[in-house]
């Protein structure tokens, strides 16, 4: 990226938003990047600018002021948080993109990365090895929106050249944030409760299977995706990623080897329904072929490196 180009992130807060801003500043400078969301997080560092991202006026402000040239947009409400509130879910969710897209096609910004997610499938999609190109027939809001958003950034490339840019991100695992209302973030909190209090009561059936990526895999396909030449990008709705998968029995087998004393029991709940809709596993080779995605990191490594983090973060308290 050219040393004059400047980077907006909104939704910086969040939990893709907390680490992709902090590596964005990582390889590009953090002069080069202004993070932006509704409250300036404690104990930031670099350029912050509060921002409600359904403020068409305020973002507009913020792009000529700082000459932004991409615009990371992250700002969602997530699966179950959304629906609890379905319509502010869709106006959130769908306003936010409209804004920065309208924005690229008036040439005010250069390009866009938005994420989409395993929510756009459904009951009708394949469970296994899901492809590029499949039936998505999403049941929730939060999916409804990703899907309706894939076809609006196709359907902005195709009308107005608007160079935007989509992962399908399967659920996110990290430690650098608390789950933050996602069907997939058992698997955050997991860990969590497994070091504080020894046991963990899991929201999902033990054998539901669902497609995971650790955060570092994820920032890496993200930035990765938003370097590659766009004559490489041939996918303009959202490519699929993928890294593991695995169960909620697994993964607390995997925490038992770290601490052996750990019990995790099951009471399924709405969340149940939604995990049910989404596949096991997911094909990327497409993303594989275009701009030469793969994912580094397991299971095993991903649990090591989380105890890791997380022993020395509760050390500290």
């Not at 953090?30 to 560092?45: G, L, Y």
Request: aromatic share 10%; charged share 25%; hydrophobic share 40%.
């Amino acid at each position: 990226m050219p040393a004059s180009e400047k980077i907006l992130v909104i939704g910086s807060s969040g939990q893709i938003g907390t680490e992709l801003t902090a590596q964005l500043q990582k390889v590009y400078g953090s002069e080069n990047v202004i993070a932006s969301d509704i409250k300036k997080p404690q104990h930031f560092s670099g350029e912050f600018e509060e921002l409600d991202v359904l403020d068409e006026k305020r973002l507009g402000e913020i792009v000529a002021k700082h000459k932004v040239s991409q615009v990371y947009l992250l700002a969602a409400l997530l699966s179950a948080t959304a629906e609890k509130n379905p319509q502010f879910a869709w106006k959130l969710n769908m306003n936010s993109l409209f804004n920065v897209l309208d924005l690229a096609k008036e040439k005010k910004i250069k390009k866009i990365y938005w994420p989409s997610s395993i929510a756009v499938f459904g009951h009708s999609t394949p469970k296994e090895n899901v492809p590029q190109f499949t039936v998505m027939d999403p049941t929730t809001v939060y999916g409804i929106s990703k899907l309706a958003g894939e076809r609006w950034c196709e359907y902005y490339f195709l009308k107005y050249g608007v160079d935007v840019r989509s992962l399908r991100y399967p659920g996110l695992i990290s430690y650098s944030s608390p789950p933050g209302g996602g069907t997939t973030d058992y698997a955050v909190d997991i860990f969590y409760k497994a070091i504080e209090t020894g046991s963990f009561q899991c929201f999902l059936k033990e054998d539901t299977v669902l497609p995971m990526m650790y955060m570092p895999d994820a920032l890496r396909a993200t930035i990765e995706l938003m370097e590659t030449e766009a004559k490489n990008i041939k996918v303009h709705s959202s490519y699929n990623i993928a890294a593991m998968s695995f169960s909620p029995k697994q993964i607390a087998d995997e925490i038992k080897k770290n601490i052996p004393g750990f019990s995790i029991s099951y009471q399924p709940d709405f969340r149940q329904n939604i995990a049910d809709s989404w596949p096991r596993s997911i094909d990327d080779s497409c993303a594989n072929q275009d701009w030469n995605w793969k994912h580094k990191i397991t299971l095993n490594d991903m649990v090591r490196d989380m105890f890791k983090h997380l022993t020395v973060a509760v050390d500290k308290k």
